[in-house]
C-alpha cells in the first residue's frame, strides 16, 4: 500500500483560505484515483473531493462545489485540495485516500479506498 502524508492544515478565520497537501510514496503501481474525506466530532467521515488520475475528472461534495479545488501533481505523486471561502462546518479532520482497486461508482464512498492518510486538523473560527 502507498503511504499518504498530509499537511497544510490549521486555524482559519470564516472567509479564508487554506492548501492542504498529501504526498504519496512507496506506490508501485498507477493508482485510479485519490481524494479527500474530512471527519467532524461526533460525524462520520464524510466525501469531499475527489480525482481520476487517468484523464483528471474531478468530482466534489455539493457542500463544497464552488469552493474547494482538487488537484494534483503527477510528477511528484502529490494532490492538493485548494479551500476558499471558508464556513465554520468545514471545521474537521481531512484526510486524504488512494484508491487503486477504485469503482468509479463507488468514488464517494470511504470502504472504496484502500490506503488513508494520518489527517489534518483544519479548525474555521473567528
Known amino acids: 500500500q502507498v503511504q499518504l502524508a498530509e499537511s497544510g492544515g490549521g486555524l482559519v478565520q470564516p472567509g479564508g483560505s487554506l492548501r492542504l497537501s498529501c504526498a504519496a510514496s512507496?506506490?508501485?503501481?498507477?493508482?485510479?484515483?485519490m481524494a479527500w474525506f474530512r471527519q467532524a466530532p461526533g460525524k462520520e467521515r464524510e466525501f469531499v473531493a475527489a480525482?481520476?488520475?487517468?484523464?483528471?475528472?474531478?468530482y466534489y461534495a455539493d457542500s463544497v462545489r464552488g469552493r474547494f479545488t482538487i488537484s494534483s501533481d503527477k510528477t511528484k505523486d502529490t494532490l492538493f485540495l485548494q479551500m476558499n471561502n471558508l464556513k465554520p462546518e468545514d471545521t474537521a479532520v481531512y484526510y486524504c485516500?488512494?484508491?487503486?482497486?477504485?469503482?468509479?461508482?463507488?468514488?464517494?464512498?470511504?470502504?472504496?479506498?484502500?490506503?488513508w492518510g494520518q489527517g489534518t486538523q483544519v479548525t474555521v473560527s473567528s
Open positions: 480525482i481520476r488520475y487517468n484523464g483528471g475528472h474531478t
Open positions: 512507496g506506490r508501485t503501481s498507477r493508482t485510479n484515483a
Open positions: 485516500a488512494d484508491g487503486p482497486r477504485l469503482i468509479l461508482s463507488q468514488i464517494r464512498v470511504p470502504r472504496a479506498y484502500d490506503s
